[in-house]
């Protein structure tokens, strides 16, 4: 089994870097303010004629638009790679995760066929539209809970996430040095005192430390795209398909690798919410820990003002059961749910420079944080 760096020890790096840097706003609220969501490819291949038929074309128009869509953008881009046709009649589209960070050579974690079933799918689920729904109402993060098919065994791990959702409610609090803009309007601050901007919230969304669980079935056929965003989100997954899987989504949707099984407990669920309710020491996105998962939603519309509009970042979810149906039904390549089997290492994430007041200080966190993050999070796995 491979070692990982623990949360303990990670977040006691980004203590250190909150001394150094001084950015107190939460890792939740930070991500949710000020990361912006990392982009998904999703390649087009024609069939052996070497173009698109008239349904498949409508498929790739309807993704192309999502990534340009004003009012409820998917975080994807399109491709349409004609120099690799599929040998088959029929046509194809496969979702790769983001090149920054997996890195040039990957496989896709889904193929499908170019369908406008498989195309809606890709960007469109119920369990997402919760996720976005929870964290644009204040939760701290969402927590996936990915069940095993045993009954018993997914209640218990549902159990187990209550009860550190009580402990962290309990024993964890905001940092202090958070401004909003209503704070910024009573108090003024001494004078000579600067007031740092990354300590200032950007929007109206409650400020709390709050968690709330969704389940998903492994077999929705719904979910299936979403799925595998997460399960591949380590290369080893699918070696506890039979276990219960917990992925923390925070931010615009930014999942931590999962607890699993008997690791889903209180104190393993209770340091990733030490993370993530920790402030944000390392304000660059890429040396944190986690991936962006692809969802279709305007943060920035819905951040906007001194309202939360959640209508606005939510588009209707066409003909959901007609349309997982006909996949099923329809589906002549096995697209629903078919994992490839290797993706490629990690990238090296790239450094974006600190505030060159700290620089002697803020190599230093550098260089600590890259160690951290080039290991990520240790995963509780099952004894």
Request: charged residues 25%.
């Amino acid at each position: 089994m491979k070692h990982r760096i623990g949360l303990i020890a990670l977040a006691g790096l980004f203590t250190f870097a909150t001394v150094a840097l001084a950015c107190q706003v939460p890792v939740f609220r930070y991500a949710l303010e000020r990361w912006e969501a990392d982009g998904y490819q999703v390649v087009f291949r024609p069939g052996a004629s070497g173009k698109l038929t008239a349904k498949e074309q409508e498929a790739f128009d309807f993704l192309s638009k999502k990534a340009q869509d004003g009012d409820y953008p998917a975080n994807i881009f399109v491709y349409f790679d004609e120099e690799k046709p599929e040998e088959t009649k029929a046509g194809s589209l496969a979702l790769v995760y983001p090149q920054k960070i997996r890195g040039l050579e990957q496989a896709p974690i889904w193929k499908g066929a170019a369908t406008i079933e498989n195309a809606k799918l890709i960007v469109e689920s119920p369990a997402r539209r919760e996720i976005v729904k929870q964290l644009l109402e204040g939760k701290s993060a969402v927590w996936m809970l990915v069940e095993s098919g045993n009954t018993e065994a997914d209640n218990g791990a549902e159990e187990a996430m209550k009860a550190a959702f009580v402990d962290a409610t309990t024993n964890l609090k905001i940092p202090e040095g958070v401004l909003t803009q209503e704070d910024l309007q009573k108090d003024e601050p001494p004078p000579g005192v600067p007031i740092d901007p990354e300590n200032i919230l950007r929007s109206e969304v409650p400020l709390k430390i709050d968690f709330s669980i969704v389940r998903v079935n492994r077999e929705d056929p719904a979910e299936q795209v979403f799925l595998q965003m997460l399960l591949n989100l380590e290369d080893d997954l699918g070696e506890f398909s039979t276990e219960p899987m917990v992925f923390p989504v925070f931010g615009r949707g930014r999942a931590l690798e999962p607890l699993i099984g008997k690791g889903v407990n209180a104190n393993n669920a209770l340091d990733y919410a030490g993370y993530l309710c920790g402030a944000c020491s390392c304000e660059v996105k890429d040396l944190n820990p986690g991936m962006d998962l692809l969802i279709s939603a305007n943060w920035d519309v819905a951040l906007e003002g001194s309202e939360v509009i959640i209508e606005k970042i939510l588009p209707p979810l066409e003909g959901t059961a007609a349309l997982t149906s006909a996949v099923l039904a329809n589906d002549p390549v096995g697209a629903v749910g078919v994992p490839l089997p290797e993706i490629s290492a990690d990238a090296a994430a790239p450094l974006s420079a600190f505030r060159s007041s700290y620089w002697v200080i803020g190599i230093g966190v550098v260089l600590l944080v890259v160690v951290a993050g080039s290991v990520l999070i240790l995963r509780k796995k099952s004894a």
